[in-house]
């Protein structure tokens, strides 16, 4: 009788959550900060996280070590040495969250690592070609998952130039959903969607900067209602639609 093969080992899933306090966990357990031995390792793992497509290792060590080509080379080599060691799980085989190859550097996507700004991103890029219906979860997602500043507490230029984009996008996607949703009634599931005479005023009058006129209700619920339906395990639905209802002319609450 053929005996069965052994599966391939293989990592257990990493999440990435980048809007608030930069945040990692493996198999839902998260990562302290300690453990990344220096706020420029944790950082360099935001960045390379930041797209799915690789960089080229001369691009990041001109961010991260821009003093000299030398020193850049063997400190990129000791922080990525460090960021294996603190993301590898105790007791899993010698497996690898990056792709290392030719000069070129990433996350290694065939361990489907998640992160929120993916989310993100993805609801920036089809918002535009979505139906009015169609935006109540979408806005739902959105104003959950960014509830906080993209990686706050991070003053690096790249970190602050997409920061700052990202409020733009954010503003704008708003701003269209308070305009449409002013014109017409938006219908999800049998509810209507409806704006605070507030709301409606403050997306059809603002162009960028919103703020938000209040603290979202339970801010750590409504983020695990957005990584719940993302996929992120083990965390139960929060807030849904009721968000957008009040903060539909939001920016970054201050």
Not at 35 to 57: H, I, M, P, V
Request: glycine share 8%; hydrophobic share 40%; charged share 25%.
């Amino acid at each position: 009788q053929a005996r069965q093969q052994a599966a391939p080992p293989r990592l257990p899933p990493l999440h990435l959550l980048s809007f608030g306090a930069f945040q990692v966990r493996i198999q839902g357990r998260p990562v302290p900060d300690q453990a990344f031995r220096g706020q420029r390792n944790k950082w360099l793992l935001a960045y390379l996280a930041r797209s799915s497509r690789t960089q080229t290792e001369e691009r990041v060590r001109e961010i991260f070590w821009p003093e000299e080509l030398e020193r850049g080379r063997k400190g990129l080599s000791n922080s990525l040495f460090r960021l294996r060691r603190c993301l590898r799980p105790e007791g899993s085989p010698v497996l690898d969250y990056f792709s290392r190859t030719e000069e070129v550097l990433g996350l290694l996507m065939d361990w489907e690592p998640w992160l929120d700004l993916w989310v993100v991103e993805d609801i920036f890029s089809r918002f535009k070609t979505l139906q009015p219906a169609q935006w109540v979860e979408d806005i739902d997602q959105l104003i959950a998952l960014t509830q906080a500043p993209y990686l706050d507490g991070c003053y690096m230029d790249w970190a602050v130039e997409r920061r700052e984009q990202i409020q733009l996008e954010l503003t704008e996607a708003l701003l269209i959903a308070s305009q449409k949703a002013t014109e017409a009634q938006l219908l999800s599931s049998g509810a209507r969607l409806e704006l605070s005479p507030a709301a409606t005023r403050r997306g059809s009058t603002e162009s960028c900067g919103l703020a938000c006129p209040g603290p979202l209700p339970t801010g750590t619920a409504g983020r695990s209602a957005a990584l719940h339906r993302a996929g992120h395990p083990g965390i139960a639905p929060g807030i849904r639609t009721r968000a957008f209802h009040r903060t539909a002319g939001m920016g970054y609450p201050g």
